[in-house]
């Protein structure tokens, strides 16, 4: 017997990412975003997951953002003013996926 695969993509949900439209990093570069880069210096790593978190710490969609990490789950960068590591560790909780960034 031979299973059947649908080649056939899930519709587009632009709904479930409208939040983004309103997030304070809107239009911004995303390399403000995505610190993990190995090959900057851990004090630039530092200062660049610090200025994103504080970015993200204003916005008015970090919860929804987090959600959507979560979700993914992302695993890299800064969402939802949270690291992937920290992203882990919150997925690693029980009930996890409903809190917010520690
Ligand atoms: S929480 Fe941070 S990463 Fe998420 S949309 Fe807002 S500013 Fe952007």
Known sequence: MTARVSLQLPPARLEAYSWQEAGHCRGMDSEKFFTDDRDQTQKRRVSRTRDAKELCSGC??????????????????IWGGTTAAE????????????????
Not at 60 to 77: D, F, K, M, S
Not at 87 to 102: M, N, V, Y
């Open 60 to 77: 008015p969609v970090i919860r929804e953002c987090l959600e959507h990490a979560l979700a993914v789950p992302e695993n890299y960068g």
């Open 87 to 102: 992203r882990q560790r919150l997925l690693l909780r029980p009930a996890a996926a409903t809190g917010t960034a520690a």
